[in-house]
């Protein structure tokens, strides 16, 4: 397991109270399958003046999400770097899960295998690991997606904002539109230019 020392002071709910989100803190590592005896490195979910009644939910950059009371002595707590604390140990990173949506043209075995393959020259034989696969078949088929008001009036469907032109619908699942619009998706429809020349 890697692990780091460092010197961090525990923090009150009082002094979590006057973090945000921006703010680095430390809190237990334990996840729901796994017991450490140690910290990992994590920041609020909202600032610290916004929780009520002492709890606090952190978020620490291994994904999990974690609820502390900092002023419950059975707890772990809630800890920040600062040189006349105390020393604790931290979790460190062994790495990056990457979590991608690639589009690989013809999409056939072949093609798949050449990328694992060069994937695998690049980081070595047993570093690339296929643990999840969800391969599915794209449509040959373009779509131009728009945005709209979510809460307009039918007679505002005029107010439209294009977002992306010819682009694959599958593309469009990983994308989220801006707060109080929605999606609108319609076929791809070539711009004909009929300006007659000279």
Same mark, same amino acid.
């Given at each position: 397991?890697?692990?780091?020392? =460092?010197? @961090?002071?525990?923090?009150?709910?009082?002094?979590?109270?006057?973090?945000?989100?921006?703010?680095? =803190? &430390?809190? !237990?590592?334990?996840?729901?399958?796994? !017991? &450490?005896?140690?910290?990992?490195?994590?920041?609020?979910?909202?600032?610290?003046?916004?929780?009520?009644?002492?709890? &606090?939910?952190?978020?620490?950059?291994?994904?999990?999400?974690?609820?502390?009371?900092?002023?419950?002595?059975?707890?772990?707590?809630?800890?920040?770097?600062?040189? %006349?604390?105390?020393? =604790?140990?931290?979790?460190?990173? @062994?790495?990056?899960?990457?979590?991608?949506?690639?589009?690989?043209?013809?999409?056939?075995?072949?093609?798949?295998? %050449?990328?694992?393959? @060069? @994937?695998?020259?690049?980081?070595?034989?047993?570093?690339?690991?296929?643990?999840?696969?969800?391969?599915?078949?794209?449509?040959?088929?373009?779509?131009?997606?728009?945005?709209?008001?979510?809460?307009?009036?039918?007679?505002?469907?005029?107010?439209?904002?294009?977002?992306?032109?010819?682009?694959?619908?599958?593309?469009?699942?990983?994308?989220?539109? !801006?707060?109080?619009?929605?999606?609108?998706?319609?076929?791809?429809?070539?711009?004909?230019?009929?300006?007659?020349? =000279?």
């Amino acid at each position: 397991m890697n692990t780091k020392k =460092i010197t @961090a002071r525990r923090l009150t709910a009082e002094d979590v109270a006057q973090l945000g989100v921006a703010d680095q =803190i &430390f809190v !237990s590592a334990s996840t729901e399958d796994l !017991s &450490f005896e140690c910290h990992a490195p994590a920041s609020l979910t909202r600032p610290g003046k916004d929780f009520e009644g002492g709890s &606090f939910v952190a978020k620490t950059v291994f994904g999990e999400t974690v609820h502390v009371l900092p002023d419950s002595e059975e707890e772990p707590g809630v800890w920040v770097e600062d040189g %006349k604390g105390e020393e =604790i140990e931290v979790l460190e990173s @062994a790495g990056v899960l990457l979590d991608l949506a690639l589009f690989v043209p013809g999409g056939d075995a072949e093609s798949l295998g %050449k990328l694992y393959a @060069a @994937a695998r020259k690049a980081f070595g034989e047993g570093v690339v690991q296929r643990w999840s696969e969800d391969s599915v078949a794209v449509p040959d088929v373009k779509i131009d997606l728009f945005e709209e008001r979510a809460r307009g009036r039918k007679s505002a469907s005029s107010e439209r904002d294009r977002r992306f032109v010819d682009i694959y619908p599958t593309r469009a699942k990983y994308l989220e539109p !801006s707060d109080g619009w929605r999606f609108v998706q319609e076929l791809h429809k070539p711009v004909v230019d009929d300006t007659p020349t =000279i």
